[in-house]
C-alpha cells in the first residue's frame, strides 16, 4: 500500500491514519497532547474551472508545498483528500502555539501563485482539535471534531481558523437532530396552528386572526424561534409552509361557514426561502382551488428586510398573489429599509408595525414619533395599519388616538388553538364578553371648591393625580381659578369613569357638574397637567378680558354653554391637537 500521496508527495490517507494512532500511543504513555489541524480549502473547483485540471493540480502542490515548510521537524503533513489537507502536531504544550500556527497557514494558503502566467488564488477553512492523554483518545473522534471545526470556520465565511468547540459541536448536533425531526414532522402530525385574534383598536372587536405555527415533536415544544430559522436552512420550510397555507385555508372556510361576513380573516407568514421558490404560486393556487377559500380573506405577511432584498424578484411573485386575490401585508414595518418609492411600488394592503416601538411608544419619544410617521404613511397610501405586541391600555389607547386602525397582543389575546377562537368570536357575538378596552372616552366637567385652596393643597393635588392618571393611562388638564375648578379626562371608558367617580366624591369641592361626556375617537391632549391661573403662556397672552366683561364669567358659567368649555380648557395647553 503506497504512504505517499502521488500529487503532492506527502503522506496519504492510510499512512495519516496510521501516523495519527501511533500519535495518540506516544502521547498516552508521555502524557503530553496531540493537535489536528486539518486544513479545507475554499472555492477550490473555482480553480479548477478557470484555470484546468493541470492548474489545478498545481495550486495543491504548491498548497501541500508551504504547508510542509510551515511544519515543524517530524510533524506529518498528509494530503486527505481532493483539496483536504492535515497537520499532526505531537507534544502540544499551549493552545496560542496552535492558534499562531493556523494563522501562518491562512497567509501561507491565500499568498497568489501564478499558475501558466496566469495569478491564482484559494483560501482556507482551517480546524483545529486536540486530544490529552487524559482523553478516551481516538483517532476517528479527533478527525471528526477537526472537520467540525471546520464546518464552524466554513460557516463563519471560510479563510479562517476555529477551535474544535464541544458546545457549538453540541448545538450543531441538535440543529441537525432537529432538521431531521422537522423533515418527518408533517408526516408524524406534531405540526398545529395556533390563532392570535387581531382586534379592531377602538371597539376591541375580534377582525382577524394570525396564525402561527407550533411544533410539538415527542421530546417536548419547540419553539418556533427555534426552529423555523432551521426548517429554513434544511428547506423543510417548503413543505411545512404548503402545509401552514392550507391550514390557513381551511381555517378561513371553517370561520366563513360559521359567522359568514362577520368572520375573522387569516393572515399567515411567508419565509425568505419560500419566496424564493419558484413553484410558490402555483402551489398556493392549487392550495385555494383544493380547498375553495377565498383569497380576499386571506394576508399574506412578509417581513420588511426580506421583502426589499432583491425587490425586482419579489416583486414578480407579489404580483402574482395579487392577482389570484390574496392579501399582502409587510411586516415588522420599520425595521428594515424600504423607500418610499418602493413602498407605493409594492402590492400590500397592510403595514404590520413592528412590536419594539409600540413596547417603547409611551417611554421613548423617538418610538411615538416613528409609529405617528409610520401610521401616517400608510393613511396617505391607504393602506390598513397593524400594532404588534400590543400589552397595556394605554398603549391601546395612545394608537387609537393615532388612528391605528387594527391591534394584535396580549393585552386582548394570545395565541389559542382554533377552537378557543371560535369560543371567543361566540362569547364576542353574544355580549357576554364586553370587548375588551371599550375604546376611548372623555369627560369635561366644572365644580366650586368648598374653601379656597392653599398652593400646599394644590400641590398635593397635583402630585396625586399625576401619579394615578399616569397609571390609568388619562391624559386631560384640571384647571383652577377664583375657587372654580374645570376639567378634562381623557382615557379608556372604565379608566375615566372609575377616576370621576373618586374625584366627585372628594370633599375639597361641591356642585360637581359634568358639561358633556361619551366616546372619543382621538384624544386632543397628550399628556396629563394641572394649571394655576395665569399658569400658560396662552392664557398670560391672551386679551385682558376684565374690561370688557359686564360681569366675571366663572367657569360654572363658561359652562352652560359645552361648546365654550371645551375651547377654553383646550385652550390652555399649548401642544393640544385638533
Ligand atoms: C378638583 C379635583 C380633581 C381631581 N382630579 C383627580 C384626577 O384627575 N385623578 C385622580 O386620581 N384623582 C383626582 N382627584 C383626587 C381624588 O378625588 C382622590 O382623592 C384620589 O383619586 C384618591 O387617590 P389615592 O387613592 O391614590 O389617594 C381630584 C380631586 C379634586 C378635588
Request: charged share 20%.
Amino acid at each position: 500500500m503506497s504512504t505517499l500521496d502521488a500529487l503532492t508527495g506527502l503522506a496519504d490517507r492510510a499512512a495519516f491514519r496510521e501516523g495519527l494512532r501511533s500519535a495518540l500511543q506516544r502521547a498516552a504513555r508521555s502524557g503530553t497532547q496531540v493537535a489536528l489541524v486539518l486544513v479545507d480549502l475554499d472555492g477550490f473547483q473555482a480553480v479548477n474551472d478557470c484555470h484546468g485540471q493541470d492548474g489545478g493540480d498545481a495550486l495543491l502542490r504548491a498548497v501541500g508545498a508551504r504547508l510542509l515548510h510551515l511544519a515543524r521537524a517530524g510533524e506529518l503533513v498528509a494530503r486527505l483528500g481532493a483539496d483536504e489537507f492535515a497537520i499532526i502536531c505531537e507534544q502540544v504544550t499551549a493552545p496560542a502555539a496552535l492558534a499562531a500556527l493556523a494563522e501562518r497557514i491562512q497567509l501561507a494558503v491565500q499568498a497568489p501563485l501564478d499558475i501558466d502566467g496566469a495569478s491564482a488564488m484559494v483560501t482556507a477553512s482551517i480546524g483545529l482539535a486536540s486530544a490529552g492523554a487524559d482523553a478516551d483518545a481516538d483517532g476517528d473522534a479527533l478527525l471528526r471534531f477537526a472537520a467540525a471545526a471546520v464546518q464552524a470556520a466554513r460557516a463563519a465565511g471560510g479563510n479562517g481558523w476555529q477551535f474544535f468547540d464541544p458546545q457549538v459541536h453540541q448545538r450543531a448536533l441538535q440543529r441537525m437532530d432537529l432538521a431531521h425531526g422537522l423533515q418527518l414532522a408533517l408526516a408524524r402530525d406534531e405540526l398545529a396552528p395556533r390563532f392570535q385574534p387581531i382586534v379592531d383598536a377602538a371597539s376591541g372587536r375580534i377582525v382577524g386572526a394570525e396564525l402561527l405555527l407550533r411544533w410539538f415533536p415527542r421530546q417536548g415544544e419547540v419553539s418556533p424561534a427555534e426552529f423555523i430559522p432551521i426548517a429554513e436552512t434544511s428547506g423543510a420550510i417548503v413543505a411545512i409552509g404548503a402545509w401552514v397555507f392550507r391550514q390557513a385555508c381551511l381555517a378561513e372556510r371553517d370561520w366563513h361557514a360559521r359567522w359568514g361576513a362577520a368572520a375573522p380573516y387569516v393572515s399567515l407568514n411567508l419565509s425568505v426561502r419560500q419566496l424564493d421558490d419558484p413553484a410558490l404560486a402555483d402551489s398556493f393556487a392549487a392550495i385555494l382551488r383544493d380547498t375553495g377559500a377565498d383569497p380576499r380573506r386571506l394576508l399574506v405577511e412578509i417581513t420588511e428586510s426580506v421583502l426589499m432584498a432583491d425587490i425586482d424578484a419579489k416583486l414578480r411573485v407579489l404580483a402574482r398573489f395579487a392577482a389570484m386575490g390574496l392579501r399582502l401585508a409587510m411586516d415588522d414595518f420599520g425595521t428594515g429599509y424600504s423607500s418610499l418609492g418602493q413602498l407605493a411600488r409594492l402590492p400590500v394592503d397592510v403595514l404590520k408595525i413592528d412590536r419594539s416601538f409600540i413596547t417603547d411608544i409611551a417611554g421613548s419619544g423617538e418610538s411615538r414619533a416613528v409609529v405617528q410617521a409610520v401610521i401616517g404613511l400608510g393613511r396617505a397610501l391607504g393602506l390598513k395599519l397593524v400594532a404588534e405586541g400590543v400589552e397595556t391600555a394605554a398603549q391601546q389607547l395612545e394608537l387609537c388616538s393615532y388612528g391605528c386602525d387594527l391591534i394584535q397582543g396580549y393585552y386582548f389575546y394570545r395565541p389559542m388553538p382554533a377552537a378557543e377562537l371560535v369560543a371567543a368570536m361566540a362569547r364576542q357575538a353574544a355580549q357576554l364578553e364586553p370587548p375588551r378596552g371599550a375604546g376611548l372616552y372623555f369627560l369635561l366637567y366644572v365644580s366650586e371648591a368648598v374653601t379656597p385652596l392653599s398652593p400646599t393643597q394644590l400641590g398635593k393635588l397635583l402630585q396625586r393625580t399625576r401619579v394615578n392618571n399616569g397609571e390609568a393611562g388619562i391624559t386631560g388638564c384640571l384647571l383652577y381659578e377664583n375657587e372654580r375648578f374645570m376639567q378634562m379626562l381623557e382615557g379608556e371608558r372604565d379608566a375615566v369613569l372609575a377616576t370621576f367617580a373618586r374625584i366627585r366624591d372628594n370633599a375639597l369641592h361641591a356642585r360637581v357638574r359634568v358639561v358633556m361626556q361619551g366616546p372619543a375617537r382621538r384624544r386632543v391632549f397628550t399628556h396629563w397637567s394641572m394649571l394655576l391661573p395665569d399658569d400658560t403662556a396662552a392664557r398670560r397672552d391672551a386679551p385682558d378680558f376684565h374690561g370688557w366683561q359686564a360681569r366675571p364669567l366663572p367657569f360654572d358659567v363658561l359652562a352652560d354653554d359645552a361648546r365654550v368649555a371645551y375651547a377654553v380648557i383646550t385652550a390652555c395647553v399649548p401642544d393640544v391637537k385638533h
